[in-house]
């Protein structure tokens, strides 16, 4: 579907007026986004299938327990990783697409129609909603068929599982629609995206024990959401003595979900105060 097919679609939606049209409008722009996601095959392998083959690759090299305890380093990549494949969807993918959109001309357009522009980020979040839970799915299904990952089985976990990836993809998004206030252009996107993230994925207890990270390494982590939203997801997957290699000695559920709030309010604040509908090259 072409941008302007979509821009009018946006506006005969909108044409209702009051709030039938931002519903209409939110709807109709939800569904492209997810259309345009998963027809283009290149951002679906490196935001949705990159996590699934990094936890394939890693959970066939790494073998043992983790020092300290008697969990499997297979287990506690699971939980790590569904925490970054959340990441990669809600900021990775989210940032760099709104760079592309803003180089082509397309938010501009979309700004300058009827289409409400609330409807726009509505769009952008049913879309991480829907491929977060649908990463997040597959990665358990390959940790508990493959690397015999327990799932809880009490509704306390499940609903910690729940608000974790809510609160971690919201902060994730709101944080990527801020941060695309400095990519310059579409082709420089990928580049200034990947390095923060790449970086996070190794200081934040993804890959490593959090605990066996140099101190200066830790401090840096904990300023960001990546480090707490695994945190979070070992203290649903990984048995309750696990918690004895965490930093705190617990789980810190109150101030995981004290960050990521934090995290969603900052970066809303910053996208309030940054967020451009017109690019650099367009006129």
């Not at 935001?47 to 300290?68: A, D, K, R």
């Not at 959090?210 to 203290?235: D, N």
């Not at 918690?243 to 309010?265: D, F, N």
Request: aromatic share 12%; hydrophobic share 55%.
């Amino acid at each position: 579907m072409s941008s302007n097919a979509v821009v009018a679609e946006q506006n005969r939606a909108v044409a209702y007026g009051g709030g039938s049209g931002l519903w209409r409008a939110s709807v109709a722009r939800s569904s492209v986004e997810l259309k345009s996601f998963f027809r283009n095959r290149q951002s679906l392998f490196f935001t949705l299938l990159l996590p699934i083959v990094l936890l394939l690759v890693l959970g066939s090299i790494f073998s043992g327990t983790v020092p300290g305890t008697h969990t499997d380093f297979k287990q506690m990549f699971v939980a790590g990783i569904i925490a970054c494949g959340i990441m990669s969807v809600s900021f990775n993918g989210l940032a760099i697409n709104i760079a592309i959109e803003r180089d082509n001309g397309m938010i501009r357009r979309l700004a300058s129609s009827p289409m409400p522009k609330t409807a726009y980020f509505i769009g952008k979040i049913v879309r991480v909603v829907v491929t977060g839970i649908l990463e997040a799915a597959i990665l358990l299904l390959v940790g508990v068929t493959l690397f015999h990952l327990p799932l809880p089985s009490d509704s306390g976990h499940w609903l910690t599982f729940a608000w974790v990836l809510l609160l971690g993809a919201a902060a994730c998004s709101l944080l990527a629609v801020a941060f695309s206030a400095v990519i310059p252009n579409a082709r420089s996107a990928s580049a200034i995206v990947t390095l923060p993230f790449l970086v996070l994925q190794f200081i934040s207890g993804v890959f490593f024990p959090y605990s066996e990270l140099p101190h200066w390494m830790q401090t840096i982590a904990a300023f960001f959401p990546l480090k707490w939203m695994t945190q979070g997801l070992r203290s649903v997957f990984l048995p309750a003595d696990f918690a004895v290699v965490e930093p705190a000695h617990t789980w810190e559920l109150g101030r995981t979900a004290v960050v990521l709030g934090s995290w969603c309010a900052a970066a809303l604040l910053l996208t309030l105060l940054t967020f451009r509908w017109r690019g650099a090259n367009v006129r």
